[in-house]
């Protein structure tokens, strides 16, 4: 995910880049009983943010980032005790700012990336864990493989390989989700349904075990649902009822974000896409499709 192109007269650029996330797969308690923590396993989509960093004399400009995103450029420096050379910085992105997609964390791995790159560097994927974890809770985009991961403690729990795919048909709600603000409506309801999210990991980690797309399928579906009790989803109920009708083998949501969609194992037909996008429309919504996964 990461490269470097010399381009004569315009110095050396180099660039790191970073997927996204649709939600997760499943969001919920590591275990039933206890003191619920967060655990995730995100839903990996091939929607990037881009990061790239020429080198350059001149005086240098205000980088185009967000404070956290400048906050990992300093620990970066700080803890590999490296001087930054003179260059310039620029970004895109075609992640969704603020509804699930991951693009905060998506922008500071991708940044990190580039740095590595910057100084020639074997990528370290525990050192972005370390200053992701001085930064914010985050999803597992740092990894190029499913994982049960826990945000607020930045541990990997268990990698999940790179067996399971699907192909998606997904919405935005509006709105955001301030994460912080719900934590403790989520504790409250982890504890109180404890029993069905312990059910609904294990059925999850064995699909992934077994490399079993529908049974993955039916587990995200699982913690969807469950995810509606606590936080719910205006469309939610409407895609659901629809899953059988659309040949969809399971639901999918940002559990403290505003996407909601349906995973397919096979490519759906462009007769179901044409389908898909007047019922989503019908909800409201503009449809998009995405692959997911690594599958």
Not at 31 to 59: K, N
Not at 79 to 99: C, E, K, M, N
Not at 162 to 187: K, S, Y
Not at 244 to 261: C, K, M, P, Q, Y
Request: glycine fraction near 10%; charged fraction near 20%.
């Amino acid at each position: 995910m990461t490269g470097e192109h010399r381009v004569r007269g315009f110095g050396a650029t180099v660039a790191g880049v970073c997927h996204g996330t649709l939600g997760e797969l499943y969001q919920g308690p590591l275990r039933a009983g206890g003191d619920p923590e967060f655990a995730i396993v995100s839903f990996p989509v091939d929607r990037h943010s881009w990061v790239y960093f020429t080198r350059e004399t001149g005086p240098r400009q205000a980088p185009p980032f967000g404070e956290k995103t400048a906050a990992a450029v300093d620990l970066f420096l700080d803890r590999l005790g490296l001087t930054l050379p003179p260059g310039r910085w620029s970004t895109h992105s075609d992640l969704g700012v603020g509804v699930g997609m991951a693009s905060s964390t998506a922008d500071i791995v991708a940044t990190l990336r580039c740095l590595f790159r910057v100084f020639s560097l074997p990528y370290d994927p525990d050192v972005v864990m370390g200053i992701l974890s001085a930064i914010e809770r985050a999803d597992s985009v740092f990894l190029d493989e499913f994982a049960l991961y826990l945000s607020g403690r930045h541990r990997v729990v268990r990698r999940l390989g790179t067996d399971i795919g699907f192909h998606t048909a997904f919405i935005t709600e509006p709105g955001t989700v301030d994460t912080a603000a719900v934590t403790p409506l989520l504790l409250g309801h982890y504890r109180r349904r404890a029993a069905e999210y312990d059910r609904c990991l294990t059925d999850l980690l064995k699909g992934f075990a077994a490399g079993d797309p529908p049974a993955v399928a039916r587990a995200a579906t699982t913690s969807a649902v469950l995810s509606q009790e606590a936080l719910p989803k205006s469309t939610f109920d409407a895609v659901l009822a629809e899953r059988e009708a659309f040949g969809a083998d399971g639901v999918f949501v940002a559990h403290t974000g505003s996407l909601v969609g349906y995973l397919f194992c096979r490519r759906p037909a462009p007769a179901v896409k044409n389908e898909l996008s007047a019922f989503f429309h019908s909800l409201g919504h503009q449809c998009s499709f995405a692959r997911g996964g690594y599958g």
